[in-house]
């Protein structure tokens, strides 16, 4: 079992419509919380960042973290269609200094207009 | 805003031989990290450097080396060349002052022949 599990969808939403992308993770040890969108042959992008459980809102963008439950989700309002990306979740735990990242498989989404 | 440069953007080898990936990271970042992207998959960590000292390692085959210079930017070496090793490799770099934050490059794609 992976420690990090993403539905890799495909999802398709309508324009307008509110997104949610979940993950749930294993290791206890992982503090730091992150989603990621990446388009196609890009290099990630960091969206949203968080160390806590509860919400966290930028924008269009909440991120939200229940570490109880080891889940951690990402809600999109109002998806336009340049949302249509893959999105990452990624979570870390220090070990030795570094913060290396473990990912979910990535979660492609659509937004039709 | 500056962000992290990676070179060369795609390179093509044949099998058994090496390349040499390059990786500049954002100003006053001095902390650089590898991770590799198979097709359809999520990024896998190879290794990270802190200061110019290795400070975690991953899942890296032997046949790679990296190593982090004085003005912080990095090299992954891969030699004897394998198919397996056709991947994206992307670089990503963090300030020790928010280390758990990671700023992905655009990433080198590599297809081995």
């Known amino acids: 079992q992976k420690e990090v599990e993403q539905d890799p969808g495909p999802l398709s939403v309508p324009e307008g419509a509110i997104v949610s992308l979940n993950c749930t993770y294993s290791?206890?040890?992982?503090?730091?919380f992150m989603w990621y969108r990446q388009y196609s042959r890009k290099g990630p992008e960091l969206l949203m960042y968080t160390y806590s459980s509860g919400n966290k809102e930028d924008g269009r963008f909440t991120a939200q973290v229940d570490k109880s439950s080891k889940y951690i989700s990402l809600f999109i309002r109002d998806s336009q269609p340049s949302d249509s990306a893959t999105y990452l979740c990624a979570m870390s735990a220090v070990r030795g200094g570094s913060y290396q990242l473990t990912f979910g498989k990535g979660t492609k989404l659509s937004v039709i207009p | 805003a500056a962000g992290v440069i990676q070179s060369p953007r795609h390179l093509i080898k044949e099998k058994r031989e090496t390349a040499t990936l390059k990786c500049y990271p954002i100003p006053r970042h001095d902390t650089v990290y590898w991770y590799q992207q198979g097709p359809g998959q999520d990024p896998q960590f190879l290794i990270s450097f802190y200061e110019k000292m290795q400070s975690d390692k991953g899942s890296i085959p032997d046949r790679f080396s990296a190593q982090q210079f004085s003005d912080y930017h990095s090299e992954l070496n891969m030699s004897s060349l394998e198919l397996g090793d056709s991947a994206l490799y992307f670089c990503?770099?963090?300030?020790?002052?928010?280390?758990?934050?990671?700023?992905f490059g655009p990433g080198t794609r590599l297809t081995v022949l």
């Open positions: 990503a770099s963090s300030p020790r002052s928010m280390a758990d934050t990671q700023y």
């Open positions: 290791n206890s040890a992982f503090q730091y």
